[in-house]
């Protein structure tokens, strides 16, 4: 147990609705990552909030968006889904800003658009 | 676009042997990642290498960084069974935190 967690577990919608995932870091880490797996697009970084700033974006479509709240637990908020947003969606979490330190990840949410 | 090219994708391998899975990258970048994920599982991260030469070694696993060849190196020593799941490795472009990923090497290990 790496002490992150996510809820739901498993998401099923249908296009064009939105849901939020949502990810609660360990304790003590101000830095949480939100990554998307799928069969397709393979392992890819999405976006870091350090202690309720962004701080780095990666392939993050528009319609997505994410925040992190004051008690640190982060949402990612996935509107206007497609087929394509299947996959399963990682946070994980770090003590600190810099991306070299080591990172602890979540179960994962699978999210199932259909 | 920063490419991660990882090779094999697939690999079998028997107990007891060694082998080495490659990371290249397209890019200048100082921090290469190192991941495993068993099926069905998320994500642990193995290894941070963080300059060139750098090496780090746990177990039977051990990494290595050549920032100059762009080249990343995870070698498995006498493997055993336990060693079967996906590692990932990642750059991290130089001056921001950004991720870009490997495709994965699926290793499974036969007893």
């Known amino acids: 147990d790496s002490g992150v967690t996510q809820t739901p577990k498993h998401l099923i919608t249908a296009t064009g609705q939105r849901v939020t995932l949502r990810c609660s870091p360990r304790?003590?880490?101000?830095?949480v990552y939100w990554y998307q797996q799928s069969l397709d697009q393979g392992l890819q970084f999405l976006i870091q909030?350090?202690?309720?700033?962004?701080?780095a974006k990666g392939n993050i479509l528009e319609r997505f968006s994410a925040q992190q709240f004051p008690d640190l637990h982060s949402e990612l908020n996935l509107s206007s889904l497609e087929l394509g947003d299947s996959a399963l969606y990682f946070c994980?979490?770090?003590?600190?800003?810099?991306?070299?330190?080591?990172?602890?990840f979540g179960p994962g949410t699978r999210l199932t658009v259909l | 676009e920063l490419k991660v090219e990882q090779n094999p994708l697939f690999l079998s391998m028997q107990e007891g042997k060694n082998y080495t899975i490659y990371c290249n990258y397209s890019t200048t970048s100082d921090r290469l990642y190192w991941y495993r994920q068993d099926p069905g599982k998320s994500l642990e991260s193995l290894f941070v290498?963080?300059?060139?030469?750098a090496v780090k070694q746990e177990g039977r696993l051990m990494a290595s960084l050549d920032t100059k060849a762009r080249l990343s190196t995870l070698h498995i020593t006498a493997a055993v069974h336990d060693l079967s799941a996906t590692y990932f490795c990642?750059?991290?472009?130089?001056?921001?935190?950004?991720?870009?990923f490997g495709t994965g090497t699926s290793l499974t290990v036969i007893p």
């Open positions: 290498l963080l300059s060139n030469g």
């Open positions: 994980a979490s770090s003590v600190g800003l810099v991306s070299y330190n080591e990172q602890f």
């Open positions: 304790s003590g880490d101000l830095s």
């Open positions: 990642a750059v991290d472009r130089v001056g921001g935190n950004q991720f870009y």
């Open positions: 909030y350090y202690n309720g700033e962004e701080r």
